[in-house]
């Protein structure tokens, strides 16, 4: 049977995903500001590497993002996070037309 986790637990998460997200903002911020601009000035005059690094700052900012998330709205709402329980089925019963399988 599942035991409600406690406060002190969730704040400790919360504590820790915020310490997270704030060091990796910081890090990502300080790469970015160091190399990045001196990056974008030397290699965006080729065409694909420009789309590459176009691809690889929305990475980044998905990540943080996702970081972020996780930081604001607790780790257990993540849909990483979602276990599904082996005997219920997750597919509505009017998709699988009433069987049984």
């Keep these: 049977m599942l035991t409600p ?3 002190e637990v969730h704040v400790e ?6 310490s ?3 060091s990796v ?5 300080v790469v970015i500001l160091h190399s990045g601009v001196v ?3 030397v290699w965006s005059g080729i065409l694909w590497i420009r789309g590459a ?7 980044v ?3 943080l993002a996702d970081i972020w998330a996780h930081a604001c709205c607790g780790p257990r709402r993540s849909m990483r996070d979602r276990r599904v329980e082996p005997g219920i089925s997750t597919v509505p019963r009017d998709l699988t037309g009433g069987s049984d399988v």
Excluded: H
């Excluded at 998460?13 to 915020?18: D, I, L, M, R």
């Design 61 to 63: 900012a998905i990540s």
């Design 20 to 22: 997270i997200a704030v």
């Design 5 to 7: 986790r406690s406060r």
């Design 25 to 29: 903002t910081i890090f990502d911020a």
């Design 39 to 41: 990056i974008w000035q």
């Design 13 to 18: 998460e919360q504590a820790k995903w915020f």
């Design 53 to 59: 690094l176009l691809l690889l700052v929305c990475i």
